[in-house]
């Protein structure tokens, strides 16, 4: 028998460390060449490390949440062959054993959980509820009555640990469970929704919910924001929209309103270059930028990821509608490159359906402006002295009020606001 270093390797250029974010191996397990090993995250770009080798998991370095230097000592594997790389170092504290399933709730894992440090609402309630059972899909064991009870409780009991034999649950399991603030929480038959409930549920911030919450305190910290709402009349819009998805060819993907306030976008800022800029507000230089590279922010299982649509100035709706359906599955998948999530120069935010009346939009930091489209309802509204149904929709947008003046993002608002009433002119030099 021979043992594997596996060392953490290099995962972007510059990068000295890279925080383990989950792992998908267990100490003592057998894995084969190729299988996922663990998920480690640096910058915004989340990777996944593969086995070099087969063999068996004999030393497991860092728990998620900690950061590891490149080039350390990341897994250890006991293999057939001979020894392969340097003599593995003595195992860190953290690894000395196969930590046991975790008595608080385990952190939001960013790809597949661990066995046992995955995220589930009731299961952290009861960190040993699948002491028995290899997943919370397979039937658990327990008599009609138990059944029956659970029912009026509303308590599923695959959440349930069992004390009876080969984990069979039993009357007292159930006391127990809703005791310490399980349940269902039924409408009706039982007593469980005005059940007393005890206890907190402690959930570290790692991985992409850790730098979402650095980057957005540092925005905030560092930039004067400020905002700016306009109310929008989309009846035209929509109504162009709908038309050309009703006439658009087989090859062609369907239109939402993203395209066109991009479109809207690269028309106005080559007048308003100090809003397509970034500030470097430590060397004291805004970069003023020719090209409109558009940040998308999107919302995945795991927060909130912008990825970019590069040269927007140089596509058409359509083309627009393309990239941005790509790049949305691409981060939903977890596939975006970390090309695919850097570099823009400003930043469109939407909430589709959920966009509310008026949103408070935080600065991309170091862009300085970032927009965010409200959702469009129909409402009257007073038209040539008559009430009128229309589409309407807020815009809500933010500026760093130390580049771009008050009065400027009023008037560029303003701007936007005529392209997308007179949806024609958008498309006109």
Not at 186 to 206: M, P
Not at 321 to 330: C, G, H, N, P, Y
Not at 374 to 396: A, C, F, L, T, Y
């Amino acid at each position: 028998m021979g043992r594997y270093v596996f060392k953490l390797p290099d995962v972007g250029e510059g990068t000295a460390e890279a925080e383990i974010v989950a792992w998908h191996v267990k100490l003592g397990e057998m894995v084969e060449e190729d299988a996922p090993l663990a998920d480690v995250m640096t910058d915004k770009a989340t990777i996944e490390i593969t086995a070099p080798v087969s063999g068996r998991i004999v030393e497991r370095n860092g728990e998620p949440g900690e950061m590891a230097p490149i080039g350390s000592v990341l897994v250890v594997f006991e293999t057939d062959g001979a020894d392969a790389g340097p003599p593995a170092p003595p195992p860190a504290k953290s690894a000395a054993k196969e930590a046991p399933a975790p008595k608080q709730a385990a952190p939001a894992p960013v790809a597949r959980p661990v066995a046992g440090e995955g995220a589930g609402g009731p299961a952290r309630q009861q960190p040993d509820a699948f002491a028995t059972r290899e997943s919370p899909d397979d039937k658990p064991l327990a008599s009609p009555a138990v059944r029956k009870r659970a029912h009026e409780l509303g308590v599923h009991l695959q959440f349930v640990a069992g004390s009876g034999p080969a984990g069979r649950i039993e009357h007292e399991d159930l006391d127990a469970y809703v005791a310490n603030g399980g349940g269902g929480g039924r409408s009706s038959g039982g007593g469980a929704l005005y059940a007393q409930r005890e206890g907190a549920e402690d959930i570290k911030v790692i991985g992409l919910r850790r730098k979402i919450a650095e980057k957005m305190q540092d925005a905030k910290r560092r930039i004067p924001h400020f905002a700016y709402v306009e109310e929008v009349d989309m009846t035209e819009l929509e109504a162009l929209r709908a038309h050309l998805n009703a006439t658009r060819r087989k090859d062609q993907p369907k239109l939402t309103l993203l395209p066109f306030l991009v479109r809207a976008l690269v028309r106005l800022l080559p007048d308003y270059p100090q809003i397509n800029a970034t500030f470097d507000d430590e060397a004291g230089v805004v970069h003023r930028h020719h090209a409109v590279h558009c940040g998308i922010a999107a919302q995945t299982a795991n927060g909130l990821v912008v990825p970019v649509v590069k040269h927007a100035e140089a596509m058409d709706v359509w083309a627009l509608a393309t990239e941005i359906a790509r790049l949305a599955e691409a981060t939903k998948n977890g596939k975006a490159t970390r090309d695919e999530l850097s570099g823009s120069t400003i930043t469109i935010t939407s909430l589709g359906p959920l966009g509310g009346v008026v949103t408070t939009p935080v600065i991309n930091h170091p862009e300085v402006a970032i927009i965010g489209p409200n959702k469009i309802i129909e409402r009257p509204v007073v038209q040539n002295g008559v009430i009128v149904v229309r589409k309407m929709m807020n815009i809500s947008s933010s500026f760093d009020h130390r580049v771009v003046d008050g009065y400027d993002a009023a008037e560029f608002i303003q701007r936007v606001k005529a392209l997308l009433e007179h949806p024609a002119t958008i498309f006109m030099d």
